[in-house]
């Protein structure tokens, strides 16, 4: 596809600026999203309460994103407007092998999205594992694909989703304590469980491909906004609560297997993840980090000259505060080669005079 979305009026004009971000052409250069508040999500918020909720109507669902997302039509930043289908965010790779999937709305963000519950008793269940194509969630994820890529035509995009591979697919199996624990005491049945999950998350990311069109030749994304070519999104959750030892023996080969089948992947990692910065910055394919900050623990933002020892010219997204951002340009203190995800903007004029700061800024 050709860039003509309506919805991002000087698309190609960010296109050249993400390029130039994701081969490490801009070291010297700042990038920026400008997160200014939504009316829609307010609304959605005074319409929707927080817990347990049914699966939603789709057509509701595409017209929330479409209306977020014109909102955003001024705003002269460096982001790639897409939909993001939250709805299958989890559930639905546990949904296609036979589990109970749940939904969820969270006001705060908009999102409705979905789990399982541990699927299998016992590793003797394991065999009768299998992806049915004629699975009511199979259907349903392509008719979801169908609707947002009609209502998105030519306005905005459609961003890739999460993997749910290597261990999160295992904890979808039987949940996060024993999985761990049978990486020491079934070894060769996490391996098999391993496999079958990159089949069935090849299946699901081909066939979002299939039917989502490459924006410019490359790939919409919540996290990275726009990414050349056919780019698929990776969680190494799971890892972040072992040793590193533990990622290199047991994540690095799956991350790699299937940023290898598909022309690389992002990752994103939380705080309590940074003791594994070394290795995944060495991961084969990998194009760009988000970093999300969590409670309790130093933001990205504040670290970030630490952060940037391990991770070298490897493009990172970090996520930073309205007015750290503003000081920390004013006293020239931003560094180059990251993608600044600005929180709490107050206004689009706002994001507007920054991003004119922005684009003249220079290590």
Known sequence: MSFELTYCPNGKYVIDRLRQFYTQKGQNQVFCFMEVPSLTLKNFQKQHIAGYCEYPDLNERITFWDACLHER?????????????????????????????????????????SMVSPILQSWSEFEGLKFDQNNKWFHLYIRQLKIFVAKAAQRFGISHFILIDSLNFVFELFGATKTYMDLIDQPDMIHKAVDFAFDLNVKIQNTFFDIVPLLEGGTCSNFAQWVPGRIVSESIDPFQMTSDEYFE????????????????????????????????????????????????????FEILRKIKTHTKNIPIIIEVEFEDFCSAMNDHRLLGGVFYQVRNVPDIDSANCWMDKVRRYRE
């Open 73 to 113: 039509i001024k705003i002269q930043d460096d982001s790639i407007p897409s939909a993001y289908l939250t709805e299958m965010d989890q559930g639905l790779y546990g949904g296609l092998v036979g589990g109970k999937v749940q939904f969820i709305c969270d006001p705060s963000t908009g999102w409705i999205s």
């Open 249 to 300: 023996q047991w994540g690095r080969e799956p991350v790699e297997r299937i940023f290898g089948k598909f022309e690389g992947g992002i990752l994103h990692i939380h705080s309590n993840g940074h003791h594994l910065l070394e290795s995944i910055s060495t991961i084969k394919g990998l194009k760009v980090i988000y970093f999300e900050d969590d409670k309790g623990a130093p933001p990205a």
